[in-house]
């Protein structure tokens, strides 16, 4: 049956979902910042609007009443006011619509930067706050319960912790292994955690078409973490060059902390939620799998 679809932060994730969601049949409103990006996706069921998600604007330019409301939207820009400005901000202006009408469903993807462990422990979703978590965890973390303890619109809520995102064009070790010469800054000896953009897509309508996936958040992993050394040495062996060696006393400008004492992540994420509730399960289960689609 055609339905009417709403994606807010139409952009890496989002284009992918506008994308199967028109080749199934569905309209389908796009919110960005970005004109460029909504201009990759055309098709005549395709409704492009140009706007902030934390600002009214787009609120008239949308169905009030659709099937479906995805906000996957990104930092708004560096710092914390990036993400203030994107999560919280960006959730208060979903809240006053979707109160002034009547979606069906909305699914946001949060991220697994709610948990706050350096142990290489195994998280679940139950896991994730607590008084260590950096202020950025916290953001992220106050934005789904915004969400999700709303007594309006809650129960039609799920949040979807996504791991870290790859797939085709967007591929950021793979890049950094390339141009290391020989050298990676930072450890190699902590879990990551990732999921393809593929496996993103097919959790969005698994989480949708659930009758029991309201009220509730879920992560999203692949469901075996490598070592980023152990990843990095993959990589290096399938472009054909030596591995690089780590440097602990280097650093690099997309290093992440997610507790208040600096600590990188390093926990392994459980999908058994998603796959209990939904069905789901990754077609793609490792950084191998998916890198073999991409055609590494």
Same mark, same amino acid.
């Given at each position: 049956?055609? #339905?009417?679809?709403?994606?807010? !932060?139409?952009?890496?994730? !989002?284009?992918?979902?506008?994308?199967?969601?028109?080749?199934?049949?569905?309209?389908? +409103? !796009?919110?960005?910042?970005?004109?460029?990006?909504?201009?990759?996706? $055309? /098709? @005549?069921?395709?409704?492009?609007?140009?706007?902030?998600?934390?600002?009214?604007?787009?609120? %008239?330019?949308?169905?009030?009443?659709?099937?479906?409301?995805?906000?996957?939207?990104?930092?708004?820009?560096?710092?914390?006011?990036?993400?203030?400005? =994107?999560?919280?901000?960006?959730? /208060?202006?979903?809240?006053? +619509?979707?109160?002034?009408?009547?979606?069906?469903?909305?699914?946001?993807?949060?991220?697994?930067?709610?948990?706050?462990?350096?142990?290489?422990?195994?998280?679940?979703?139950?896991? %994730?706050?607590? $008084?260590?978590? %950096? $202020?950025?965890?916290?953001?992220?973390?106050?934005?789904?319960?915004?969400?999700?303890?709303?007594?309006?619109? !809650? @129960?039609?809520?799920?949040?979807?912790?996504?791991?870290?995102?790859?797939?085709?064009?967007? /591929?950021?070790?793979?890049?950094?292994? #390339?141009?290391?010469?020989?050298?990676?800054?930072?450890?190699?000896?902590?879990?990551?955690?990732?999921?393809?953009?593929?496996?993103?897509?097919?959790?969005?309508?698994?989480? +949708? /078409? =659930?009758?029991?996936? &309201? &009220? #509730?958040?879920?992560?999203?992993?692949?469901?075996?973490?490598?070592?980023?050394?152990?990843?990095?040495? +993959?990589?290096?062996?399938?472009?054909?060059?030596?591995?690089?060696?780590?440097?602990? $006393?280097?650093?690099? &400008?997309?290093?992440?902390?997610?507790?208040?004492?600096?600590?990188?992540?390093?926990?392994?994420? #459980?999908?058994?939620?998603?796959?209990? @509730?939904? &069905?789901?399960?990754?077609?793609?289960?490792?950084?191998?799998?998916?890198?073999?689609?991409?055609?590494?």
């Amino acid at each position: 049956m055609r #339905k009417k679809c709403v994606i807010l !932060g139409c952009g890496y994730v !989002g284009t992918a979902v506008a994308r199967n969601w028109l080749a199934d049949g569905h309209e389908v +409103w !796009g919110v960005s910042r970005n004109s460029d990006t909504l201009a990759q996706i $055309e /098709h @005549d069921s395709f409704y492009p609007v140009v706007a902030d998600v934390d600002t009214a604007e787009w609120h %008239a330019q949308v169905p009030s009443s659709p099937a479906i409301v995805l906000n996957c939207v990104s930092t708004a820009g560096p710092g914390i006011e990036g993400y203030r400005k =994107s999560y919280i901000g960006g959730n /208060h202006s979903v809240l006053d +619509w979707a109160r002034a009408g009547n979606p069906e469903r909305i699914v946001y993807t949060g991220s697994t930067a709610v948990y706050p462990f350096t142990d290489g422990r195994e998280v679940w979703e139950d896991d %994730a706050g607590g $008084e260590d978590l %950096a $202020e950025s965890g916290k953001l992220v973390l106050e934005s789904e319960k915004m969400l999700l303890q709303d007594p309006e619109i !809650g @129960d039609r809520c799920t949040v979807l912790r996504l791991a870290g995102i790859y797939g085709p064009s967007r /591929h950021h070790l793979l890049d950094a292994v #390339k141009r290391s010469n020989g050298v990676l800054p930072g450890r190699g000896d902590y879990f990551l955690n990732l999921i393809f953009l593929d496996d993103i897509v097919s959790a969005v309508d698994a989480v +949708w /078409h =659930s009758p029991i996936a &309201g &009220g #509730k958040a879920y992560n999203l992993a692949d469901e075996t973490p490598p070592t980023k050394e152990e990843m990095v040495s +993959w990589l290096a062996e399938r472009i054909g060059c030596t591995a690089p060696k780590f440097d602990p $006393e280097a650093m690099d &400008g997309r290093r992440m902390r997610v507790n208040r004492a600096g600590g990188s992540p390093n926990r392994r994420v #459980k999908i058994d939620r998603i796959k209990q @509730d939904t &069905g789901w399960s990754p077609k793609y289960r490792s950084f191998r799998d998916g890198f073999e689609k991409i055609g590494l």
